[in-house]
């Protein structure tokens, strides 16, 4: 099991930035997907973004153009920027890995992100 630990989570106003870190405890270049998730009140948990083994990224369509996945291979750690942030941008973020395509993702305990005047 890969151990997630997130952090970076704060109060932000509308439009502005925040960058969540997210620490693996596995080297982070042999895994398969490293990625974040996001689950508002009241609803599931849904996608945001990833990077997928060899570097390719995804992203919900909604935050593409303001939100950037990335990783520091020599800190096993990946972030996510985000810019020009909104009020439906809210939610508890949850970073997750997978060691290979057939196994299960390993979650953090997920960071708080709000956004509000």
């Known amino acids: 099991q890969v151990q997630v630990v997130e952090s970076g989570g704060d109060l932000v106003q509308p439009g502005g930035s925040l960058t969540l870190s997210c620490v693996v405890s596995?080297?982070?270049?042999?895994?398969?997907?490293v990625g974040w998730h996001r689950q508002s009140p009241g609803k599931q948990r849904k996608f945001v973004a990833s990077i997928i083994i060899g570097g390719s990224t995804n992203y919900l369509e909604r935050v593409k153009g303001r939100f950037t996945i990335s990783r520091d291979n020599a800190k096993n750690t990946v972030y996510l920027q985000m810019n020009n942030l909104k009020l439906e941008d809210t939610a508890v973020y949850y970073c997750y890995a997978k060691r290979t395509s057939m196994t299960p993702s390993d979650w953090g305990q997920g960071t708080q992100v709000t956004v509000s005047s």
């Open positions: 596995d080297n982070i270049t042999g895994l398969y997907a």
